[in-house]
């Protein structure tokens, strides 16, 4: 089953707009991360923060996490349309090794 | 100089028959990983190895057997492929378990 569930499902903005897109989860984690997927191709891993972190930043990418409410968002400020992918969360249920995906937000970025 | 190269990268087969898929990484990571993407995107992990030893075995049907010859190489041998087979499998590497995965660019198979 999925660990996490993102929203929205989709999203479409206007170049130079901000973007932010939800992920919850379900049982306590390790760490969270970020990945891009653009369409045909593999995962581009963004950025990841660990359970003891609230903010983390990266060039135009802002992630939270509130491990109280088993959820965390990630904003792209400036979008560009070369942004247009899918995105998705992926997290690391405590004692585990294992990375699962959520359930991804396809972002369009219109010129 | 493909970090993570996956061969082929389209296979059509018929039901039936056995493929193989090939990954190869060249990142010096230690974890190695195959993941399922169906047709709704959804991603699920089906293997994983660190340095040759097998370290998740999801729940995945006896037909597939992956196989790590060295920590560099992982490939995934699919028996007796069927139509649910349909999808686009993913490799994947980190140099240390969960943290920070390099990924192929997929095989898209097909079973006809």
């Known amino acids: 089953s999925q660990q996490g569930e993102e929203d929205p499902q989709a999203l479409s903005i206007q170049e130079g707009e901000n973007a932010t897109m939800n992920c919850s989860y379900k049982?306590?984690?390790?760490?969270l991360q970020w990945y891009r997927q653009n369409s045909g191709r593999g995962l581009v891993h963004l950025i990841l923060i660990r359970s003891n972190e609230r903010e983390k930043h990266s060039g135009r990418l802002r992630v939270t996490l509130d491990t109280s409410k088993k959820s965390s968002s990630l904003l792209i400020t400036a979008s560009r349309a070369a942004d247009t992918a899918s995105y998705f969360c992926?997290?690391?249920?405590?004692?585990?090794?294992?990375?699962?995906f959520g359930t991804g937000t396809r972002l369009q970025v219109f010129p | 100089d493909t970090a993570v190269s996956q061969t082929p990268k389209y296979l059509v087969t018929q039901m039936g028959n056995d493929k193989s898929i090939k990954c190869e990484q060249n990142l010096g990571h230690d974890t190695m990983y195959w993941y399922k993407q169906d047709s709704k995107k959804f991603l699920k992990i089906m293997f994983s190895?660190?340095?040759?030893?097998?370290?998740i075995n999801e729940t995945v049907p006896n037909r597939f057997s992956p196989k790590s010859p060295d920590k560099a190489h992982l490939n995934l041998h699919i028996n007796s492929l069927e139509l649910g087979d349909s999808a686009v499998y993913f490799c994947?590497?980190?140099?240390?378990?969960?943290?920070?995965?390099?990924f192929g660019s997929g095989t898209r198979l097909t079973v006809v």
């Open positions: 049982t306590s984690i390790n760490n």
């Open positions: 190895y660190n340095n040759k030893e097998l370290i």
């Open positions: 994947a590497s980190s140099a240390t378990p969960a943290y920070g995965y390099t």
């Open positions: 992926a997290t690391v249920p405590s004692n585990t090794d294992k990375l699962i």
